[in-house]
């Protein structure tokens, strides 16, 4: 068997679209185990770029089963206009496949997700606003529909009806909002049941069938580490785990069958929506890390803040999911700068730590330690042997690997598929 995982390192937006696609032109199955479509992956082949938010990043490989897992909240709506947008390109999209345990993310759960931030006020989480928090919610209080439902239209509406009888008056008593139709509803979703149930399989039997037939499978995680509902910056942080342990949950496929396990690193640190960071830059070069990353949403299109390469952040990634190895991107952003500090502590009330704090107090009163290393101003995008990068580029990229104890596999220097020096044999 062959089963290889791509988590991110950091807080998100690290680059697994590019990784996933790269790898998943080799492989035989592509699973996607948990979150929704507040994920963004991009994905660049040629002058073409496709941005992903429920459907696996391997899509593009006509040869792989994509396979959207049991741990993931789907929207259909959000599903088959994602399909057809591919569509429209001149991509197929028929080997796509939904586990009939996954949960349907309903539209009073997007709704909810608007109506609750704006009440936080201040206190907001910063959410995507795609309801991917109330659908968690309801799955863990067991009063979730899922796509199995959808099979037996008047066990769906069934419980479509108990559902929103609660949510709409969850809606108006506390939110005040509007409530919605229940008929209008049921309507919605009779309109592409007929679409959606041929999709729909028992997943978890498929994956490990392929597994133990000597398939190769990649499992494609959303958001990452520090977003980890159990480790990361609670509660600015996703509903679900992101983490090598989320495929075992969210796939049902057990850790012993997990052979390698990638974790992507960018180069420089970003985040989006609310909570601490460390390293962020509010300064013009945080402004030009932006620029030149083109870091906005690929969901919200909202600009991430920048910062520094946090090592703290990815030492605890490489700790949790037990990484076999290391993908760095964007490292052709950094090209320009004279000096490149990299943060490999933190400062907390006079004492130094290589640990990340549970206490968000705490952690917003951390103080990065920086190792600073001297940047490169040769353009770096057309290199593909490690050897030919320029001599500080090589020390910034070997201290990575020193600091976390774990070989890089590739470094990605422009967003083009095939823009990467690989160090290892990926597949």
């Known amino acids: 068997m062959a089963g290889y995982v791509v988590v991110g390192t950091q807080w ?36 073409e770029k496709t941005i992903l938010h429920l459907l696996p990043s391997g899509i593009l490989n006509r040869d792989a089963l ?33 586990s009939d345990r996954a949960h349907l993310l309903m539209p009073y759960h997007v709704y909810l997700d608007e109506l609750q931030e704006a009440k936080a006020g201040k206190n907001k989480i910063g959410t995507t606003k795609n309801g991917i928090g109330p659908c968690y919610a309801d799955k863990y209080t067991r009063t979730g529909i ?39 509803m049921k309507e919605k979703f009779k309109a592409v049941r007929e679409r959606i149930v041929p999709m729909i399989i028992d997943a978890t039997d498929k994956i490990n069938k392929a597994l133990d037939a000597g398939k190769v499978v990649l499992f494609e995680g959303a958001q990452a580490n520090m977003l980890d509902i159990n480790y990361g910056t ?6 679900s785990s992101p983490t090598v342990a989320g495929v075992c949950e969210g796939t049902g496929v057990a850790y012993s069958k997990l052979d390698r396990t990638i974790g992507v690193v960018k180069a420089y640190s970003t985040r989006v929506g609310e909570g601490p960071f460390v390293t962020e830059l509010l300064n013009e070069t945080g402004e ?23 090592l703290v952040v990815v030492k605890q990634a490489v700790t949790i ?49 920086y190792k600073v290393f001297d940047g490169w101003t040769e353009d770096i995008s057309g290199i593909r042997n490690f050897e ?10 070997r201290f990575i690997e020193e600091y976390t104890g774990t070989d890089l596999c590739l470094v990605s220097v422009s967003p083009e598929r095939d823009a990467n020096i690989i160090l290892k044999e990926l597949i």
């Not at 994509?66 to 206009?81: A, D, M, R």
Request: hydrophobic share 35%; net charge negative.
């Open 66 to 98: 994509c396979v959207i897992g049991p741990g993931v909240v789907v929207n259909p709506f959000v599903l088959f206009q994602e399909i057809e947008t591919l569509e429209a390109k001149g991509l197929k999209c028929d080997h796509v496949r939904i």
């Open 321 to 369: 999911n037990g990484l076999t190895d290391l993908a760095l991107t964007k490292t052709d952003v950094l090209t320009g700068y004279e000096k490149l500090p990299v943060c490999v502590a933190y400062e907390i009330d006079g004492k130094t730590y290589e640990t990340i704090p549970a206490s968000l107090k705490d952690y917003a009163k951390a103080k990065p330690v």
């Open 12 to 47: 998100g937006d690290e680059g697994k679209g590019k990784v996933v696609d790269l790898l998943g032109t080799n492989v035989n199955m592509v699973v996607r185990f948990q979150g929704g479509n507040n994920a963004g992956h991009t994905v660049v082949v040629g002058n």
């Open 388 to 397: 030919d990068l320029p001599e500080n580029a090589q020390k910034y990229i």
């Open 234 to 239: 609670y509660p600015y942080v996703t509903s």
């Open 288 to 310: 030009s890390l932006r620029e030149k990353g083109g870091e906005y949403g690929a969901t919200t299109g909202r600009p991430r803040r920048c910062g520094w390469l946090d």
């Open 146 to 184: 899922r796509m199995c439902d959808l099979r037996d239209w008047d066990v769906f509406c069934e419980k479509l009806e108990t559902a929103l009888a609660f949510k709409n008056e969850e809606i108006v008593k506390i939110y005040g909002g509007k409530p919605f139709d229940y008929e209008e």
